[in-house]
């Protein structure tokens, strides 16, 4: 089973616009971090926001913030007043204390587009 | 600079021969992690060093991958007999400690097996 979905292969959104990228997660270890990543055109991947699984308020960085939805297991990334230099691929991705395990485990990704 | 650097930014090889490549994490970042990334793909977890030691090298593939972090900065991942299968990009992530939970990656490193 996936641990990490992301539903939308592509989105086009007008620049200005605030734009949802939607992220669901399996887990059954009650304490896991939930992470969203860019990677431009350029290839490196750059952190933009994190959320524990016991954190009370939504993370918020900026222009990025995330909808922490526990019991639906969701972590959409909300992107405000979206940018030109928005566009790239999105990566939403978990990591689990289970057993100290301290990988990340990705979903599939989702490229942005911002139209001008 | 302050980032994570990987080198080399493209590899080509062909088939059948041994590669190297590079990781410097960033400075007193105790935890690295190796991924490879397919194209259209999420990146995929190979392996995750705490200090000099591999703590967890369940994604490596087979024994024709191995990494080694011999002073607890940076590493090194090998691929003895590449494959045109092997072909990908090959990121690297480090973290403060191996609590911390933000991992920071580099560039990456293209891989081409021909």
């Known amino acids: 089973a996936q641990k990490i979905t992301q539903t939308q292969p592509g989105m086009f959104v007008q620049e200005k616009e605030a734009v949802t990228l939607d992220c669901t997660y399996d887990?059954?270890?009650?304490?896991?971090?939930l992470f969203w990543y860019k990677q431009p055109s350029s290839g490196e991947m750059i952190f933009l926001i994190y959320?524990?699984?016991?954190?009370?308020q939504n993370a918020t960085e900026g222009r990025y913030s995330l909808n922490f939805q526990k019991a639906r297991k969701s972590a959409n990334l909300v992107i405000s007043a979206s940018q030109l230099g928005d566009s790239a691929m999105y990566f939403c991705?978990?990591?689990?204390?289970?057993?100290?395990?301290?990988?990340?485990?990705f979903g599939q990704g989702t490229r942005l587009t911002i139209n001008p | 600079g302050a980032g994570v650097s990987q080198t080399p930014s493209n590899k080509v090889t062909e088939k059948g021969k041994y590669v190297e490549l590079r990781c410097d994490p960033i400075?007193?970042?105790?935890?690295l992690y190796w991924y490879r990334q397919s194209l259209g793909q999420g990146p995929e977890f190979l392996i995750y060093?705490?200090?000099?030691?591999?703590?967890?090298d369940s994604g490596l593939p087979n024994d024709r991958f191995f990494a080694v972090r011999p002073e607890g900065s940076v590493s090194t991942l090998k691929i003895q007999r590449t494959e045109r299968g092997d072909s990908a990009v090959y990121l690297c992530?480090?973290?403060?400690?191996?609590?911390?939970?933000?991992?920071?990656f580099g560039p990456g490193t293209r891989l081409t097996v021909l």
């Open positions: 992530a480090s973290s403060a400690t191996d609590r911390a939970d933000t991992q920071y």
């Open positions: 887990t059954s270890d009650p304490s896991y971090g």
């Open positions: 959320q524990g699984s016991y954190d009370q």
């Open positions: 991705a978990m990591r689990e204390a289970y057993q100290g395990a301290q990988k990340l485990v």
């Open positions: 400075s007193g970042h105790t935890a």
């Open positions: 060093f705490q200090g000099t030691g591999a703590a967890d």
